[in-house]
């Protein structure tokens, strides 16, 4: 094992450099004429000041946040950002777009306690069980965020969610629509999208301040460029917070002894090995999505 195989990143230097670079959220299907209904779900709520309090003023220190360190700005100062780069925050937690998405649906979950977000998450989630409570509490949250918006995107070519769409159209062309819970009562539960959703960390994450990806299973997206962004999300590299606490002899505290991103890549969905093959692998991934969304 040598230093190089242990510290071995999953993401490009460029992708580091410019995590906080401000970028529009995924663009709208073209003809869409509704409100984006992720959009508003995930506006950024009311800071915790009381009403007289003057706004949180963009930071003048955000350059320090250089490399590594990219993500401390959202975390300083997550007010300072625009409702596409910051979900939401609060006094323990920001959430944020991945700035360079894995799959069509990438969050981030940063935990705001500096003791917390400068801790390796191995350690944090496997030492601190009052930690992993709150995480596993907002990861769940999170979890169904995600899979409203992967319905909103998806819903309307999928088989699962036919009957749910179908009843949705006639609720709505009544003369006297029902209410919005009323609505959800009347639906049939359709295709259950929190099972496209996975939420975890990096067994050797690239940027230094703890933080969750909470990600659809798609591997959809032009971002994924890699062998290593696509095993960094495919083997145990990929350490899913049901997993923890970690047992003091799990391998996976030893990411690059095991070689996890130099591993052969396979379909996520099929499992077909595509061995060093990443154009082939992309290629093929698209088939998949396609498959998948129409499930």
Known sequence: MTPREEHED???????????????????????????????LMKPKQPRTPPTAPPNPPTANRHIFKSRSGLGAYIDSPASFPPSRVISHSDQ????????????VHLLLLPRDPSISSTHPLTALSTRPEFLSAIRAEVDKLKGLVASELRRRYGAFSA???????????????????????????????????????????????????????ISCDRFSPCLKNRKHYNSFNTGFFVPIEDFPLDDADVR???????????????????????????????HLEEEFEVWRRK
């Open 160 to 214: 699962s969610d036919k009957a749910r769409n179908d009843a949705l159209e006639q609720a709505m062309e009544s003369d006297d629509p029902p209410s919005e819970a009323e609505l959800e009562a009347q639906l049939p539960p359709g295709r259950n999208w929190v099972d496209s959703v996975m939420a975890g960390v990096h067994a050797h994450p690239s940027m230094s301040h703890l933080h969750i990806h909470i």
């Open 93 to 104: 937690f920001v959430v944020i777009h991945d700035l360079y998405p894995k799959s069509s």
């Open 10 to 40: 999953a993401i490009t230097a460029e992708e580091m450099t410019t995590t906080v670079v401000p970028g529009p959220t995924s663009r709208r299907p073209h003809g869409q004429k509704r409100p984006n209904a992720f959009t508003e």
């Open 253 to 283: 505290w030893h990411p690059g002894r095991e070689g996890y991103l130099r591993e052969d890549m396979k379909c996520w969905r099929c499992g077909l090995n595509f061995e060093g093959k990443f154009v082939r692998l992309k290629d």
